[in-house]
């Protein structure tokens, strides 16, 4: 399971589609497309041989889209026995160009490149597009298009530019979209790839995130054997979902650690310690090392300084304890696939890396742990729904993400153990303030920030002279863009009275209304 996921437990007992990946951005998102379908589905090599296919049975291939054109050199290429299984097929954009190619259509170039929303129109009968509207706006991707669909294809949509949208193969269950489907911006994305599982595929959708559970727990038992597992806790759903995952799997074979540094937000630690000690019985390690965080801490106010010291000190602090339990062989890691895909720490894989990450690979392979990453394949509302079968509490699956770093990128200029408290005193009130007025929820993550700034206040007949805090909320699909939240003035009124009447030190709060970009999420 090392960099592989468990995730992939191919040999299913349920209805299966697999999608071969080409390395397009979006291979893993038709996958979990998939699954919100209810069918299995799990994204496997785009060179996988026909006869592992037929082991693996599935009800459907679907081809993903890739970076590249299909008539280029290197260019990634299916296996052609593919074709002659007899099992389904759906080629998304590349995947369709593939197919077409294969079969003796002309992929070319197209006189105008597609990209964005575009006008689709059904020209065609087929169980693909069963229950989709004649006319509607679907996502296209593509510098390449098929030319000249041959007799054995019909065509099933058009665009303006594309006359070979969508089409079908006469005799075999074959069939091709130049679009997306599986971006929202399609919208009618989901049905037709319902229509290509149920109708074509003739899958049921029996498959639940509690046949996941379950499929995980076979397989983390299978790989785990008799050995002891060590799970790094952080307080936060991806790392809480594993430890529940594994906890359910293999029970006293698990031992988690969880590192105090100091940086933790108000009753951070008592909830893993509740939840994961006291609750689920787990051999739990709480490493209170908040003094050495912040002695290597001190004197230090540059970003990203502070980020190198958190890191390599958690390391050595995380070494140590990992050592300390015997007879511990693997490691159990939260990583997501975004995290997997941002990174390009999929080596193997086609995909073009977006972004270097800061939480993949965070624990170095000089530990000499092999690897467990349940998580690999999923999005992050599969892993909160996952941790709520799992039965983990609302405010721990719901919890917006919090960094690794802690409150030390949110404690600007130097952190010290008063100018920390104060800051945890104002974003107890700021997430209060959020859950007692419904908007938690609404928002993807909302935080205080303690400002180094001082200005002058008046409080009763006193003059003051204290810090600011600053208030975040962002709403944000993805993290990597973010609009500043409208936040009600009678909330921010609530939160502003509250921080400067309770919390000492703090005599102004002020309100960040910058998007990401040009601004980030976090300030540091
Ligand atoms: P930015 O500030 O880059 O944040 O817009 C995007 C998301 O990443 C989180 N973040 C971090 N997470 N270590 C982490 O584990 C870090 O050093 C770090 N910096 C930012 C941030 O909270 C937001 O969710």
Redesign the pocket.
Known sequence: MTQQSSGSSLSSPHETVLVLDFGGQTAQLIARRVREQNVHCVLVRHDISPERIREIQPRGLILSGGPMSVYEKGSPQPNRGIFDLGIPILGICYGMQLVCREMGCEVSPCPSREFGRTALTVVGESPLFLGVPPEQLVWMSHGDQVKNLTAQFTPLASTDSCPAAAMRHHTQPIYGLQFHPEVTHTKCGGQILRNFVQEICGCRGEWKMSSFVDEQIVALREWVGKSRVICGLSGGVDSSVVAALLHKAIGPQLSCIFVDNGLLRTGESEAVRRRFGDHFGVDLHVVDASERFLTALAGVSDPQEK?MIIGRVFIEVFRHEALSIPDARFLAQGTLYPDVIESGADKDGPAATIKAH??VGGLPAELGFELIEPLRDLFKDEVRALGQVLGLPEEMVWR??????GLA?RCLGEILPERLEVLRQADTIVIDELRKNNLYHKI??AFAVLLPVRSVGVMGDGRTYQEAVAIRAVQTED??S?DWYPMPYEVLQSMSTRITNTVRGVNRVVYDISS?PP??????
């Open positions: 980020r800061h939480n917006h993400p919090f960094p690794g770093p990128v993807q993550q993290f990597m973010a990401k601004s980030t999420i976090e300030w540091e």
